[in-house]
């Protein structure tokens, strides 16, 4: 699988995008890109993915780049909330299985 | 509810003793997948199955777990004879069979606390 790499923490206005990056420049042609949040305490949630195509759903925006080597999650309007550790997973299908390996993320602070 | 199930939310117990977790996926859902998480880290793979086969279980982390989903639905994780570093949250996740686009969806965890 290709290997992920996130800014390990940053702040956002309450009410303003966040915008959150990931490189992932070892990405091969079959790998989509998968973004996770986790608030603590619980389980991740699933937030959105893509292969090549920009993506969005009622949560937020995946924009992946043409080259595919990076991508941005955009939450377009952050709340309180939305203060979490995001995690950018990049997974295809291999023959030893379909789990994610899951780095250390992004924390996320929605800051009043 | 029709989300990932696990039960209990919190198990204490002392070293040396044998704990069982279970984890209910989504019904619909043919592979189940459990990840283990320290505090700071993101979740680490252990194992996972589709349908009742254990499909990938090399990432155990030692002879003292074991995973079990005898008929295709719920699974259990056990560990035996706990240590101090067994200390963690354990996740549960389940996904639809179908490539490399399936989401997986976690419940909200075991948190296991050695004394």
């Known amino acids: ?112 | 509810d029709t989300g990932v199930s696990q039960d209990p939310r919190h198990k204490i117990t002392k070293r040396g003793q044998n704990v069982t977790f279970r984890c209910d996926p989504i019904s619909e859902h043919n592979r189940l997948y459990w990840y283990r998480q320290t505090l700071g880290q993101g979740p680490e793979f252990l194992t996972y199955f589709q349908n009742e086969a254990q499909l990938e279980k090399s990432r155990l982390l030692s002879d003292r777990f074991s995973a079990e989903r005898p008929k295709g639905s719920f699974s259990t994780l056990e560990i035996q004879r706990t240590e101090q570093g067994d200390s963690a949250m354990y996740l549960c996740a389940s996904s639809l069979e179908g490539g490399g686009g399936q989401p997986q969806h976690f419940g909200d965890g075991t948190r296991l606390s050695i004394l």
């Open chain 1, 1 to 112: 699988d290709a290997k992920t790499t996130q800014p390990p923490s940053m702040d956002c206005a309450e009410g303003r995008a966040a915008n959150l990056p990931c490189n992932h420049s070892t990405i091969s042609g079959n790998e989509y890109v998968y973004w996770y949040r986790q608030i603590h305490s619980q389980g991740p949630q699933y937030i959105i993915h893509g292969l090549k195509n920009n993506e969005t759903n009622e949560m937020a925006s995946l924009i992946i780049t043409e080259d595919r080597k990076s991508s941005t999650l955009i939450l377009p309007h952050a709340t309180l909330r939305d203060t979490a550790v995001y995690y950018c997973i990049v997974r295809g299908l291999t023959n030893t299985g379909n789990q994610f390996y899951f780095g250390t993320g992004t924390s996320l602070t929605v800051i009043p």
